[in-house]
């Protein structure tokens, strides 16, 4: 059974830090390009960054560049996001997803996702 978790969520208050975690299992991790979305309640969802197979190619929205990092660890089959500076903004319930081969923002192309995580910023 395919299974990708996430964890770390949590509330925040603006200018802070999380590291969300997710966790795959039932497929080879190794060869699946990963992505975080987020979704805020009552919008669509909204590609933030994704990684290669590898860990060596990273990719993210301009709004979150240089806030938001993502890597994996292949060993231990988890990606993960560290999202620093965050604002009220950010609060949404964010995804971890995962496609075989490249990275692609186009979330249809995504073959699993996890169940999410909810991040709230508020003071």
């Known amino acids: 059974e395919v299974q990708l978790v996430e964890s770390g969520g949590g509330l925040v208050q603006p200018g802070g830090s999380l590291e969300l975690s997710c966790v795959a299992s039932g497929f080879t991790f190794g060869n699946y390009a990963m992505s975080w979305v987020r979704q805020v309640s009552g919008q669509g969802p909204e590609w933030l960054s994704a990684?290669?197979?590898?860990?060596?190619?990273?990719y993210y929205l301009d709004s979150v560049k240089g806030r938001f990092t993502i890597s994996r660890d292949n060993a231990k089959n988890t990606v993960y996001l560290r999202m620093n500076s965050l604002k009220p903004e950010d609060t949404a319930v964010y995804y971890c997803?995962?496609?075989?081969?490249?990275?692609?923002?186009?979330?249809?192309?995504?073959?699993?996702w996890g169940q999410g995580t909810q991040v709230t910023v508020s003071s």
């Open positions: 997803a995962a496609m075989e081969d490249y990275p692609s923002t186009d979330l249809y192309e995504y073959d699993y």
């Open positions: 990684i290669n197979t590898g860990g060596d190619s990273t």
